[in-house]
């Protein structure tokens, strides 16, 4: 099925992308890799075997341009993080994934594409205390903090459907894997997923080590090299538009996840848990009887051995691990595609988590400096002039996030209150849109991005801004 097939990658620089184009590689296929990842970064990663491509799949024109002429098409492309992440940067994860997955199906349908594999998540579940099984996807909302990710997951299976019904195009297929770690993840403690995360922090002496939540927790992990070869099988097997869950179908409790890689590490810390953190569902584990039956599923690598190889690659490739990845550009070069005013407000929110975050100060920091350069960027190039008004807009903002930051932990502790706090969320955002509109007036960007209408702030006294 695969040799000699023109097979393009699409987000192929990642955790399962690289361990896939390997096996891609030995089954003598004519491999292409799209990424927003720097070309030096990808080279180092994938070798010499293999076509790259630096593009952003945001615009539809790109992914006519790069599934033209292919056979087959992986859509690994996915914005990976952490619980905290599911919370508070859910437009920067859901709008982009929402572009790069309707571009990306849309170009291969009329490109005429036989095979599109989908890669859907664990995350589009609801809540369940028994194995997820793939038909159970409809009966609620994912959880609170996978909402918005979730939905984003399930609205591409969606679409496959869509072309199915209506067009008969048979070429989707979809996975929706557990939690995937392995070699090439991001190892960033401040947007990294909990084993990488906890990985960096430990290898990097943090002791204690304090994790999120109780430990209780309940999680199902597919290692990344396995995940990729299973990925193979489904592209094969699998019917159109039928899920298939690729995960190891056992439970592993943050708590034994955390000692087991405290026993990979080469000097085991304390570890302290703050039960206060919030920790997503308490049981997410997927049911594997629909792969056994289809793909004749059968788990070859459990948890602790994928640790221990984890934990080795990253103490053998530690500077590579550690590379920033995205865009890497030079000095003269942005590096978010994001409006001056949004670049300001993550400029206000990173200051508010480096002092309150402590454990994860260093990450922060770097997230600051490369915002800062954009912004010097910017104000060289003309788009920023400094004003009184401006320094009072950028001043209330910085005072809106962290109100908001503070009224946040007030909610998660006092349950009695939480209507009322809610209420108080929403208000105290309602000045926070209404700064950031004015910022967009002040650089100019109106245009470039949506103008916030949840002001929302009735009721509110005390609270008037008088900047006109």
Partial sequence: MYKDKKVLVAGGTGTIGIPLIKRLVELKTNVTVVSTDSVEYAKAVLGDNVSFVQMDLTNFNNCLRVTKNQDYVFNLVGIKGSTGIGETKVASYFVPMLRFQTNLMEASFRNDISRYLFVSSVCAYPQLSSPKEEDCLWNGLPKQNDRIPGLAKRIGEVQGEAYLQEHGWDAVRIVRPSNVYGPFDDFDPATAQVIPALIRRMIDGENPIKVW???SAVRDFIFSEELADWILVALEKAPPCVPINLGSGKG?????LAETIAQCVPEPPQIEWDATKPSGDPVRILSMERAKKLMGFKLKTDIKEGIKKTVDWYLDNEELANQKKGYILTSKERQFLLPLAELIDRLTIGQIKEVLIPENKKSYAQEMQKLA???????????????????????VLSQMNLHIWYNKDKMQNDQDHYL???????????????????????????EKSAIRTNFNTDNLKGWDISIE
Avoid at 374 to 394: F, P, Q, V
Avoid at 432 to 437: A, E, L, S
């Fill in 373 to 395: 350069h954009d912004i010097d960027l910017m104000i060289e190039e003309g788009e920023l002039k400094l004003s009184a008004r401006l320094i009072r807009i950028i001043i």
């Fill in 213 to 215: 939540g109780d430990g």
């Fill in 420 to 446: 009322e706090l809610l209420k108080f969320a929403h208000q105290l955002n309602g000045i926070r849109n209404q700064m950031k509109n004015l910022l967009l007036e002040e650089t100019g960007d109106k």
């Fill in 252 to 256: 592993v409790t943050i708590k034994e």
